[in-house]
């Protein structure tokens, strides 16, 4: 198992391995379901108090899961720290590694944040956007209430080719509005992959997101995003968005595998904006 930033488990690792890799169809839909991605302490780099976390070392526990090796790994994919023993003892270990490696400190929130990606995840909008969701989700989400992200990726696959990768676009294409969005995949479960509406809809329903470079920029509009060509115009159009051109930006290089913590104290205090 690797021990890093995860969208539901605050790291992965641990049991998680088994709980959700081995899981069934039913336990995979409870866990992405919404009962979890709304509960305020399901957010990145949140152990204690955080339910899937709470749910995956419970499931671990009943399966009769003794014993993990596990591994921090460096942005080469190098291992950094690898620690093996009992499951829960052994990956709180680790998450202090990880924070070392993963968490970096910011002063306050910012109007924009660039959320980079790179190659492989930048070829489709279901594996990008998880750049933005990643800089949304942070302890404290990185923008403030009303600002923008800006994601430079081609997706040259538009949407993504899989199966869950169509049901993402299917339910982002057919919805009118974010909020009308959100209860529909509150009231009725959803097929694997929707999660992934679901999670982008609470983005886009406090923050605008600005996908630059894409050769699909019809695919972005349907999925309630806004396609510009280059950075400048991504820019200029932030700054038309907020209403002055004096931004404050923060630019994330690598966004899935850097987790921005306010430090803050008055803006550390808020939760979900």
Excluded: W
């Amino acid at each position: 198992g690797i021990v890093e930033p995860h969208q539901y488990a605050g790291y992965s690792g641990g049991g998680k391995v088994l709980a959700i890799g081995a899981g069934s169809e039913g336990l995979i839909s409870l866990t992405h379901g919404p009962q979890m991605v709304d509960h305020p302490g399901t957010r990145l780099g949140v152990i204690d108090g955080n339910p899937f976390q709470k749910t995956v070392a419970d499931i671990s526990r009943r399966a009769g899961l003794r014993f993990i090796i596990n591994v921090v790994l460096d942005d080469e994919k190098r291992p950094i720290a690898v620690h093996a023993g009992e499951p829960q003892a052994t990956f709180r270990m680790l998450v202090e590694e990880a924070r070392k490696a993963y968490e970096v400190s910011i002063p306050r929130r910012f109007d924009v944040a660039v959320a980079g990606v790179g190659f492989p995840k930048d070829v489709n909008l279901y594996q990008a956007s998880r750049a933005v969701s990643y800089l949304f989700f942070a302890p404290t989400c990185v923008i403030e209430e009303g600002g923008l992200f800006i994601l430079p990726a081609p997706t040259p696959e538009g949407a993504g080719q899989g199966p869950g990768e169509k049901a993402f676009l299917e339910k982002m294409r057919g919805a009118a509005d974010m909020p009308s969005l959100l209860a529909e995949l509150r009231r009725t479960a959803y097929p694997p992959g929707a999660q992934r509406a679901f999670i982008m809809a609470k983005v886009l329903e406090k923050a605008r997101v600005i996908v630059v470079g894409s050769e699909t920029p019809e695919t972005v509009r349907q999925m309630k995003m806004i396609p510009v060509s280059d950075m400048d115009a991504a820019f200029e159009l932030a700054a038309r968005y907020l209403g002055r051109k004096d931004l404050d930006v923060l630019i994330v290089p690598h966004a899935m595998l850097t987790l921005p913590v306010v430090t803050s104290s008055s803006q550390a205090e808020e939760r979900d904006p």
